[in-house]
């Protein structure tokens, strides 16, 4: 038999996981490089940054990207999820970095996103059924993850919720 915990939310699509993800973190992220560790399927680790400024030198950014696939590798993780939440000009240079740099610490890179004016974007799917060139709406309501809390305060928000809830 296999029971499922009822706390823990199923995660069937890029949307589910974007429902989720603020849950996770415990506040909507912004202008951020998310990296969830997956050990199997399941997310056992997840780190959040702050987007490189424009203008920061590719080797800086090599620099952060290397240090996130370091902390994520020794967690024992075997793959990731790499999601960007900002402009394409900050979230696909260290994206791009980090689909090379990630696999030289034995991950890999089950996707890659980012999420930009409300919609979401493939790094990894070059199919136009389901990821058109104009991206996807985020919409967290039409999401069967209905597992998760009440919404979740901004990063910089002193009553940001924690998920799962205590």
């Known amino acids: 038999m296999n029971v499922r915990d009822p706390g823990v939310p199923t995660v069937r699509s890029p949307a589910d996981l974007l429902a989720v993800v603020p849950y996770l973190l415990g506040f909507h992220p912004t202008d951020s490089v998310i990296v969830l560790a997956l050990t199997g399927s399941r997310i056992t680790f997840l780190a959040c ?55 030289r610490h034995g991950l890999a890179v089950h996707e890659a996103l980012r999420i930009t004016d409300g919609r979401y974007f493939s790094y990894l799917c070059n199919d136009p059924a389901c990821c058109p060139p104009d991206g996807v709406v985020v919409d967290p309501a039409s999401s069967p993850s ?12 002193p009553t940001a919720r924690r998920w799962p809830p205590r």
């Open 49 to 103: 940054g702050d987007l490189p400024t424009p203008g920061t030198s590719r080797a800086a950014i090599g620099d952060i990207v290397d240090y996130l696939a370091a902390v994520t590798a020794r967690q024992q993780a075997t793959g990731t999820i790499l999601i960007g939440y900002g402009p394409p000009q900050q979230v696909t240079p260290i994206i791009d970095l980090a689909r090379q740099i990630f696999p």
């Open 146 to 157: 209905q597992h998760t809390p009440s919404s979740p305060g901004s990063r910089h928000s």
